[in-house]
T-cell receptor, first 114, second 116 residues
């Protein structure tokens, strides 16, 4: 079975500090991995994706993610968090046996305090 | 419009009634997806349409759920005889194609359905 896990329900960080949101996956074959962010009462906004190539992927709003095949991880990072980064973050995988049907993690709530 | 739009934004209905949720994808996007997000949970895939191919309905939770799409435009998700467990946010997404799972899906704002 293919799946994605976000081990932390919530991450708290002070503004200006580095932010990391963890994601691990379990898929057969080469994974296609995505990060989305959801602000209150709004739909999901795409941040970045890993398809192939460079393990470090840069995305919107200063976010980046590192694909680590040996650890089956795709952690989202931001060097310096802003209060406006407070939101719900979802990691997703496009399973290789059912492309297009994104499988989402449960989400991680990020709280950035001033 | 520039993005995916959904209507209504909120829908309150009584148990046993039928509801229709509408999605307008980004113009030119051939693939369209429906997901359900229950309170405090991640998204569950429901159904997806790719061009003129038969839709993938494998995520629909029961035969009370159905969806249609007219060509490569508007889609309607219908829930018949609604139950309280159907209460959720229903999100629609579209992408240029479903080429091998690499396409980025762009999401609408969702319809919040409350079944009393």
């Amino acid at each position: 079975a293919q799946s994605v896990a976000q081990p932390e329900d919530q991450v708290n960080v002070a503004e200006g500090n580095p932010l990391t949101v963890k994601c691990t996956y379990s898929v057969s074959g080469n994974p296609y991995l995505f990060w989305y962010v959801q602000y209150p009462n709004r739909g999901l906004q795409f941040l970045l994706k890993y398809i192939t190539g460079d393990n470090l992927v840069k995305g919107s709003y200063g976010f980046e993610a590192e694909f680590n095949k040996s650890q089956t991880s795709f952690h989202l990072k931001k060097p310096s968090a802003l209060v406006s980064d407070s939101a719900l973050y979802f990691c997703a995988v496009s399973p290789t046996d059912s492309w297009g049907k994104l499988q989402f993690g449960a989400g991680t709530q990020v709280v950035v305090t001033p | 419009g520039a993005g995916v739009s959904q209507s209504p934004s909120n829908k309150v209905t009584e148990k046993g009634k039928d509801v229709e949720l509408r999605c307008d994808p980004i113009s030119g996007h051939t693939a369209l997806y429906w997901y359900r997000q229950r309170l405090g949970q991640g998204l569950e895939f429901l159904i997806y349409f790719q061009g003129n191919s038969a839709p993938d309905k494998s995520g629909l939770p029961s035969d009370r759920f159905s969806a249609e799409r007219t060509g490569e435009s508007v889609s309607t998700l219908t829930i018949q005889r609604t139950q309280q467990e159907d209460s959720a946010v229903y999100l629609c997404a579209s992408s240029l194609s479903s080429g091998g799972g690499t396409d980025t899906q762009y999401f609408g704002p969702g319809t919040r359905l409350t079944v009393l």
